[in-house]
């Protein structure tokens, strides 16, 4: 089993910055991949970015190109979004997950194991 917890969320000017942390424990040698996905109230959730964790093969959603960046410590077993130029419509609530496999194209939460709980992010205009 394995178990993802987010942090770093919060409240934020539209323009600011603000950098998620996500710690993985548990059986994390299973895992190969990692991403970020998001919910804001009324919408489904939609995938933001994902890493995989021995490559570092990236990829984005059309929405956060350019602005966001996802990374992984392997050391730390920590993925980590570094959100800059944020917007109004980038508040949501942020998941972490983690994959068995090695996901390929869209982030698609189907492809994706083991979720965290969230953290809020609020951008203010």
């Known amino acids: 089993q394995v178990r993802v917890v987010e942090s770093g969320g919060g409240s934020v000017q539209a323009g600011g910055s603000l950098r998620l942390s996500c710690v993985a424990s548990?059986?994390?040698?299973?895992?190969?991949?990692m991403a970020w996905f998001r919910q804001a109230p009324g919408m489904e959730r939609e995938g933001v970015a994902s890493i995989w964790t021995v490559e570092g093969r990236t990829s984005y959603a059309d929405f956060v190109k350019g602005r966001f960046t996802i990374s992984r410590d392997n050391a730390k077993n920590t993925l980590y979004l570094q959100m800059n130029s944020l917007k109004p419509e980038d508040t949501a609530m942020y998941y972490c997950a983690a994959s068995r496999f090695r996901p390929w194209g869209r982030v698609q939460e189907e492809s994706y194991d083991y979720w965290g709980q969230g953290t809020q992010v609020t951008v203010s205009s």
């Open positions: 548990g059986s994390t040698d299973i895992t190969y991949a």
